[in-house]
Every structure is written in C-alpha cells, then in structure tokens.
Nanobody, 119 residues
Framework: QVQFVESGGGLVQAGGSLTLSCAASTRISSMYVMVWYRQSPGKQREWVASIGSPNRTTYIDFVKGRFTISSDSAKNTVLLQMNSLKPEDTGVYYC?????????????WGQGTQVTVSS
C-alpha cells in the first residue's frame, strides 16, 4: 500500500517561507488528486491545496496567492511552497490523496510535518 512521508516543516517568523515535501513510496497514478491537508491546534484536519492532472491546482481561500502546490511525478514528490506565512498557518501538514483512498484502499496518514509561525 502506498505511504506518504512529509518533511520540510519548522519554526519561522511571520512573513517567512517554507517548502514542504511529500514523498510517496510508489509512483501515484495521474488519475488521483494529491492534497496537502493541515491540522491546526484544536481544529480538525482541513484541505489546504490540491493538484490533479494535468497540473490543475486549487487552494483554500486563506492561502491563495501565498502557497503553491506542485508535483514531480518522476520523483514521486509533491511540494508545497509557502510564502508570506502567518501565525494562523501554524499546524501539522499532511499529504494524501483526495479522500485518503488509493486504488480502493484507505491510505494511512503519515506523521505529518509541523509548521510553527511566530508573530
């Protein structure tokens, strides 16, 4: 079963930038939409940005113009470039397929990567 490993998080001041990386254990079919999710303190996990084929991207309103999602199918990697970070962006970021399903089977959530933005 496919697995995802997130990395690239850290502590950054407001206005700073981070690039998150999501490595898949196998090449993901282009039929599937890849999503970055975020779980902020005290809140449920929410969808932040997605990328489908061919490079069709969508973003939650709060991050539009600041975050950019991209994928490198050759490297089985999905990136999230985050600019102009705000304290409200703080949370654990996860990647997964849309609906956390791949080839009819649930995809377990990874450990995520912590992003902390200080004011």
């Amino acid at each position: 079963q496919v697995q995802f490993v997130e990395s690239g998080g850290g502590l950054v001041q407001a206005g700073g930038s981070l690039t998150l990386s999501c490595a898949a254990s196998t090449r993901i079919s282009s039929m599937y939409v890849m999503v970055w999710y975020r779980q902020s303190p005290g809140k449920q996990r929410e969808w932040v940005a997605s990328i489908g084929s061919p490079n069709r991207t969508t973003y939650i309103d709060f991050v539009k113009g600041r975050f950019t999602i991209s994928s490198d199918s050759a490297k089985n990697t999905v990136l999230l470039q985050m600019n102009s970070l705000k304290p409200e962006d703080t949370g654990v970021y996860y990647c997964n397929t849309l609906g956390a399903i791949y080839r009819g089977r649930p995809v377990p959530w990874g450990q995520g990567t912590q992003v902390t933005v200080s004011s």
